[in-house]
């Protein structure tokens, strides 16, 4: 007997756990000494290989948001963060590579009394980290699903009258 099917036609993994969407967190990193810009780097080895996407990961159990923004960034790029704020959420679906995930985006500016640029401490998952302009993304096809979403709906961290 083939293995159960979510009501989206995934493949469940069992009958006792459905198919549900994970949480991420991505966030947006600005700094004064790169303005118009936050830290974006290539995805290696998992889901959205390849692509750019923000710093992030998935959220913990009992974890806050902005706690999970300011150890995700701290990992992968060695920042520390302040002023850490709500952003965005996207509801990001990918049903051909299986992917579903509700990313809430925070956005954060560099503590640059510690370090003002990134250091890529995960290179098993990221080619490398580096400041895009906002406005001179790379194309939306070689964006994390989360990330295009974000642009989709329109959401710039630098203006303040989104949504």
Known sequence: MPPPLAP??????????PVRPKVGVGV????????????????????????YALPGGHLEFGEEWADC???????????????????????????????????IFMQAEVD??????????EPDKCEGWEWFAWDKFPDHDQLFRPLQCCREEGYNPFHTNNR
């Not at 989206?8 to 756990?17: D, F, H, L, R």
């Open 112 to 121: 640059s009394s510690y370090r003002e640029e990134p250091v890529n401490l």
């Open 69 to 103: 923004a300011t150890r995700e960034v701290l990992e992968e790029t060695g920042l520390k963060l302040k002023n850490i704020r709500f952003a965005t959420v996207v509801n990001g679906i990918k049903l051909s590579e299986n992917y579903h995930y509700i990313t």
């Open 28 to 51: 947006l990193v600005t700094s004064h000494q790169h303005p118009g810009c936050v830290v974006v780097g290539k995805r290696k080895g998992a889901a959205g290989s390849g692509t």
């Open 8 to 17: 989206n036609g995934i493949t469940q993994t069992s009958m006792a756990e």
